[in-house]
């Protein structure tokens, strides 16, 4: 291709990608095997035909026609450090390219690294137990050299990507707006940490804001970059669940970690293990599936009570379940009395079989 | 002589200060005027003492009458120096023999028919009286019981102008006031802990809080019954003493809420989250005490305290570490007691169902975080325990054994009391720097937990002192010496859930 043809290609693209910013997808999809010339020059009924009565998509479009300069949009890029990745460019990522829809163009701070890829997804309200089990995950996957991605939303993803970040490893946040923006902005200091241990990835330009529409659209890219995608926890009609979907239509490995029957905050995660997702039941097979290595090398664990503990903590641990639980409920269960109860629930979280969560009910914890 | 003077009180803080009423009847023009700092109330007695004077049967002097209320320099206010100024007036004037009046007090407030109505701080005054040496107290009817309880002081109550002067011009024999028989009990108006199902873990961090005087945040949904718990609370308190129940109903009546009796009753406060900064620690041009200071020796409940203003929340500092209020104004400083158990509820997060297994939460992470903020730090640092009350099924609140009663919480709350005051003249909460590192001094097995929690949980210099001073309360309890492994244990159950600090 020549240079100046590719740079045409390239600032076709950037014009979709603006396009797409603001209608959607769908239209953008009918326009990205048009020349250049056609896209830029061709007035919009005639390029969409009778398509009906979308005025206003028909406004912004010629809107954009007349005002687009490419030249500028490099130049604005180029000062503020930030790299711009179009499907005309060679080192647009393989997999994303495959993936159904991919984005015209993807803006970067910091570069996607060269390494297997594993999308981390979950709720944004996980319980304590979902962040928990983010976080390891995001960190043992970083230590085998996995690239962790996901949302840089709260709850699971958050959690997935300080594992990633704790354990010196990769990590990738694709965004729904511009990377300039920060959302949500309590997760400001793990933008940063994300952007020096691998990138902030968005389809959209800088300044662009957090639309509502705009997250379940960055789930496709998510899932495009990863060669698996893993929902850690997820209720019924949770964004996770796109992600997957998308993981599905791009032929990716779809994992579920399980949660206990009936608890709302797991039904979704679980709903895709009965459609027949992969059971993340156990961290080294998986990993071992993931980013095989040849033999694990480590023992699995014991997953029987450990002897030794006193019988008062034991009984107490009885009490205590999968779900989330009051010390009330706790002391009903397991029988024990609240002055014998309360020392021996502490002892139990100390030692790390229990954990309690912010409204103060209790849960079992992996075994240490 | 025409200059007569009677002896009074008047009401400061909750303290009563001696004022003489000089009264002077002199030859000139009729006429009636009050000087030496007089507020409005005071001013307008001038009406309500003529007329009461004369509907009573007595000549009001066609005369120059000048009343003065010494010392000059202190303000007076209220109604209570109609009487004294009547008595003052007929004194001068010849209608009873002024002698009568030395190492007497009055006070009270006249009707336009010349009866006497019921005062504020009828108790301060009867000490205060004490104190000045004074042998005999007239007063309101409807305060005399109460100014009885103080003793050393004859108290005499009054129905009427015309039976005082009768009474003081020695034409009346009068019984002094006996002080209301001491029924001795304190029954608790039925708020017995037995009311409430379930909730046994809030209920032990509330024996626990009690037993330390420590102050309590309970987080829940609404309708876990936290308002139910807090009402019960002053039921497991320790009995209030003599002294304490003196202490309390002269607040109580200084603020005019007194009903003539003595307060047996632990006070129960529970101001609404709309309260003022006076009107929570007490002020106002004309000072009274807040509700801190009504709960002097009882509890103060705030009830969604996420709610409550924050400069209202700032004025508690004081009295939480000091126990008492000072109000300064550019005349005078005041100073109201206010040792206080402080009671507080929250809900988790704006909607209040976070963690509630029957309702979803519909907060975001930034609202709940932001909620919690509202709640101002150094107040939270004066709260020990912290308490999630979640709220029951209608299966659980079935299958519950029947509760405890609380005379049998009390029973064990007033024991661990006993051993904190033998042995640091304080209840638990009060310890801090040194003397909480040698009242809680750990032992081996103890030690190694502690130092492990510190470490695990992550515990704050403050969150350290206030397991310490939790453990040893829960020791206190248990009748235990020294601090076991089980009590640092218990203790690090009421720590607060990371959202609000460590």
């Known amino acids: 291709m020549e240079d100046s043809e590719r740079r045409d290609e390239r600032a076709k693209h950037l014009f979709l990608s603006h396009l797409q910013a603001m209608v959607g997808s769908s239209l953008v999809a009918r326009l990205g095997n048009l020349s250049p010339e056609a896209v830029f020059e061709t007035p919009y009924s005639e390029l969409v035909g009778n398509t009906g009565n979308f005025r206003k998509a028909e406004r912004l479009f010629d809107g954009l026609q007349r005002g687009f300069d490419a030249g500028a949009i490099e130049d604005q890029l180029a000062a503020r450090g930030i790299s711009a990745i179009t499907l005309a460019d060679e080192d647009y990522p393989g997999l994303l390219r495959n993936a159904p829809d991919p984005p015209p163009a993807l803006y970067l701070d910091g570069a996607i690294p060269d390494a297997p890829s594993v999308a981390l997804v979950g709720s944004r309200k996980a319980s304590s137990t979902g962040i928990e089990t983010a976080n390891k995950l995001g960190c043992a996957l970083a230590e085998r050299g996995v690239c962790v991605v996901s949302g840089l939303a709260l709850g699971v993803d958050a959690a997935a990507h300080q594992g990633a970040v704790d354990a010196g490893g990769l990590t990738v946040g694709v965004l729904g707006c511009g990377i300039d923006v920060v959302y949500p902005r309590s997760n400001r200091a793990l933008f ?34 990863a060669s698996s995608v893993v929902v850690v926890e997820a209720p019924e009609h949770s964004g996770a669940l796109i992600t997957a979907s998308h993981g599905l239509e791009a ?52 997953p029987s009570l450990p002897a030794g503990l006193p019988d008062t903590e034991a009984a107490a641990l009885s009490g205590v379940g999968l779900e989330p639980r009051g010390v009330d409920a706790v002391a009903r269960r397991s029988g024990i009395v609240m002055s014998e109860l309360l020392p021996a629930l502490a002892l139990l979280e100390l030692k790390g079989f229990v954990h309690r969560d912010a409204v103060g009910a209790y849960v079992r914890r992996a075994v240490p | 002589m025409s200059v007569c003077r009677a002896r009074s009180l008047s009401l400061f803080g909750i303290d009563a200060l001696p004022v003489e009423v000089e009264v002077d009847v002199s030859p000139g023009l009729p006429g009636f005027s009050i000087v030496g700092l007089p507020d409005a109330a005071v001013q307008e007695a001038r009406e309500r003492v003529r007329v009461a004077i004369s509907n009573s049967g007595y000549k009001f002097p066609m005369k120059r009458v000048i009343v003065n209320l010494a010392p000059a320099n202190l303000r007076k ?63 309101p009817q409807r305060d005399a019981p109460e100014a009885a309880v103080i003793g050393g002081v004859e108290v005499f109550g009054m129905r009427t102008l015309k039976e005082a002067v009768d009474f003081l011009g020695d034409g009346l024999r009068l019984a002094p006031t006996e002080p209301a028989p001491d029924n001795g009990t304190d029954d608790l108006a039925g708020e017995d802990f037995a009311d409430v199902t379930g909730q046994r873990y809030a209920k032990r961090a509330l024996e626990v809080a009690a037993a330390g005087a420590h102050n309590v945040v309970m987080s829940g949904p609404p309708g876990s019954g936290k308002t139910m718990l807090a009402r019960r609370m002053p039921g497991i308190l320790p009995p209030l003493t003599m002294e304490e129940r003196i202490e309390v109903t002269k607040v109580h009546s200084a603020s005019g809420e007194g009903n003539g009796e003595l307060v047996t009753h632990r006070p129960f406060r529970s101001p609404h989250h709309t309260v003022s900064t006076s009107g929570l620690a007490g002020g106002g041009s004309n000072p009274r005490p807040g509700e801190v200071s009504l709960a002097h020796h009882g509890v103060l409940f705030l009830d969604e305290l996420p709610e409550f203003g924050r400069t209202a929340l700032e004025a508690l500092r004081q009295p939480l570490e000091d126990g008492h209020v000072t109000i300064s104004r550019v005349a005078a400083t005041l100073c109201y007691p206010a040792r206080i158990t402080l009671l507080c509820s929250m809900n988790p997060c704006p909607c209040g169902h976070a963690g509630d297994k029957r309702k979803a939460c519909r907060c975001t992470a ?68 040194r003397r909480l590192r040698e009242v809680c001094a750990l032992g081996g097995d103890a030690e190694a937990l502690f130092s492990r929690a510190v470490e695990t949980l992550g515990l704050s210099g403050r969150g350290h002192d206030r397991v310490l001073r939790v453990a040893r309360t829960v020791a206190d309890l248990a009748g235990g010496e020294g601090i076991a492994a089980e009590h640092v244990a218990e203790a690090l159950n009421y720590r607060r859930s990371h959202l609000l600090g460590r």
């Open chain 1, 192 to 225: 940063d940490s994300v952007r020096r241990h691998g990138a902030l990835v968005s389809e959209y330009f800088l300044g662009e804001a957090p639309l509502a529409w705009r997250f379940p659209a960055r789930n496709r890219i998510i899932a495009g970059l």
């Open chain 1, 251 to 302: 032929g990716r490995d779809v994992w579920a970690v399980p949660g206990p029957p009936g608890v709302r905050e797991c039904r979704g995660s679980n709903g895709l293990l009965a459609d027949g997702a992969g059971v993340l039941w156990d961290v080294p097979e998986f990993l071992e599936a993931v980013a095989p290595r040849g033999g694990t090398g480590l023992e699995p664990p014991d």
């Open chain 2, 366 to 433: 930034g609202q709940i975080e932001r909620y919690q903020a509202r709640i101002s730090g150094p107040l939270l640092d004066r709260m020990d325990i912290f308490v999630d009350v979640p709220r029951l099924t209608r299966q659980e609140l079935r299958d519950e054994p029947s509760a405890e009663g609380s005379a049998a919480v009390r029973d064990r709350v007033r024991m661990a009391r006993g051993t904190q005051t033998a042995r640091q003249g304080s209840p638990n909460s009060m310890l801090s720097g």
């Open chain 2, 77 to 139: 206010e209220g109604p209570a120096f109609d009487l004294p100024i009547a008595i003052g007036i007929l004194a001068a004037s010849g209608a009873l023999a002024p002698a009568r009046l030395e190492r007497a007090g009055v006070v009270g407030e006249l009707s336009l028919d010349g009866g006497v109505r019921g005062i504020k701080g009828a108790l301060s005054m009867a000490e205060g009286a004490k104190k000045e040496g004074l042998r005999r107290l007239v007063l």
